[in-house]
């Protein structure tokens, strides 16, 4: 019996000691060009993509940290000065949206302004279903939206588990904006 509590004892001590070392995995993640910091669990990866459009060539460097639970990126475009004064950063917002769902395949939960050290950015909500997962029907992801003048930051946290919610929470609590 002595030796069941004493077993007891220490799994719960070595559970104890990974949910801190968890949470002291938590490391800053940066935007490319070091106006937005957020934190994340772990080592983010570095991404860029280069696309063509209508509007010129559009290269988005992204923070990447993907588990089983959860998905955070964190992301700039630079758009020129002249594409965000002819669309208006309201239509920025709006092809953000659409392309944060576009991507997802999901569906809008809310769209609404959403502070950050005093400034106002756009917060999306949203729903998503992925086909192969029997198991979990429903994700949730959270994306918020920042147009400056010379480019748009998206931070985007995807849930996959439930308990990716509490650490997608986090992460965008986190965002700091610089100046």
Known sequence: ???LSSLILVSVFTLIQTSFAQEEEW???TSMDRKITAVAPGEAENLVMTKRTL???MTTNIKRF???SIIIDLSYTAVSPKVIKFAGKEGIYKNSKGKVLQESMGKEKSFADYEVNGVTCKLLRYH???PDDKNHEDYEGLA???AM???LYVANGVVLKEDGMEA???FRDSIVIRP
């Open 55 to 57: 509007a010129g060539k």
């Open 66 to 68: 993907a588990t089983d």
């Open 149 to 151: 003048d010379d480019g």
């Open 27 to 29: 490391k800053e993640i």
């Open 144 to 146: 918020l939206m920042l």
């Open 128 to 130: 998503m279903i992925h």
């Open 1 to 3: 019996m002595k030796a």
């Open 168 to 170: 997608v929470v986090k």
